[in-house]
């Protein structure tokens, strides 16, 4: 038996959920347990109390009203990867959650275990932010939308209080005709990421008509490359252009921790950019 | 202080009912208190794959889940998934493959295995590396594991 004693609360309904986080102290929200169960066994985390959102109905699922997915916070990683919505419309989702631990963490992980641990290198937060995500939140003083850009804070905190959970979270499919692409590199498929890069790509008759890109892995939280978007809109959709983007994602700050230092994540976030625009670039010209 | 519940389970075909200590995850609880010692923990924060069971048909880690809320679930571990005498195909393939060395990994392997061939019949080599990526040996160097994988995947997709 590894995490220090607390008390374990299992509400079944939102309201019994808006009860406990209203009242108690120094509480820990259980989703899919694949970041925090680590943090309890090892004792990272001792929270005297632990409330389980796998036992409350409403949480989970994902609805498509032809305009906005909307998926609840604790939709499975693996049933957000097998759903027929998800991969027609939003198949970047899909492409990312590949990277996402291993199937076996996927079955257990949620999309909003993951936004909510915001670990920098993580693919789903920098996902919600590539397509502006609303994320929905929800405590006993009622609901409050938070726009993605808006959601990290800091390093791993992410703008909500100790009385809110989140509830869902509201993707927008590009309606204008794109392709995507996401790469990464780490020394072993399944490991965090160094660097990931994703990006969503709108190409009229060889032109760059939008672009969204999105780099995960270099710094304290994931960041668009909006600088980069802005410059590339207009021009050809070409590997000059690309080698471009690369460069503004080069210039960008990182982070330096015990393994990697800051220099090789600027170059791996150059290459990232690179290959995700060329990859997406690949996907319109094998389409058209 | 002792925070504790009531639980029913299926474990292996056979339920169990009892209490036991909300902190408690389900690999110590299938170790410990079902005396279910062919789930291994090595690491014990979801990188090993070595505690790798079933529930409700699902490869998860068992560390990283707790023995309360696998209340009410099917829990399927290294020693139930054999049918009596005759061994699960992948069972089989690791004995003829050499593809264990000292164990340890033996049991997540196989039960992260049998679920990935199960849900993707006609798995490719790679495919079969990249489901076996988290679990970890550091016996075999994975050749043996990875033929073992292959050949049950042949032999339960027919085409062998």
Redesign the interface.
Known sequence: MKPAPFTYHDPVTIDELNGLVGSLEDVKLLAGGQSLVPMLNMRYAQPDHVIDLNTVSGLDGIADNGEIITVGAMTRQAALMNNETVKQKIPVVCEALYWVGHFQTRTRGTIGGSLCHLDPAAELPAIALLYDAALTLSGPEGSRNVPMADWPVAYMMPNMTENEFLKEITFSPWQVDHSHAFVEFSRRHGDFAIVAAGCLLAIDNGMVERAAIVIAGANQVPYRLTEAEQDIIGQPASKETFKAAAEVARRQEAMSDAYVNAEYRQRLAGVMTERALSKAMERNSARD | ???K?QISLNVNGKEYSGEI?????LA?FLR?NLGLTGTHLGC???VC?AC?VW?DG????A????A??ANGCDILTIEGLADGEVLHPLQKAFQENHALQCGFCTSGMIM?LA??IRDNPGASERDIR??I??NLCRCTGYQPIVAAGLQAAQEMSGTK
């Open positions: 202080m002792q925070d519940r200590e909300t902190r408690v995850h110590d410990v014990e924060h979801g794959g790798t529930v699902q490869a998860v880690r560390c990283l889940m707790l309360v809320q992260s679920a990935y990249t489901a990526s988290g």
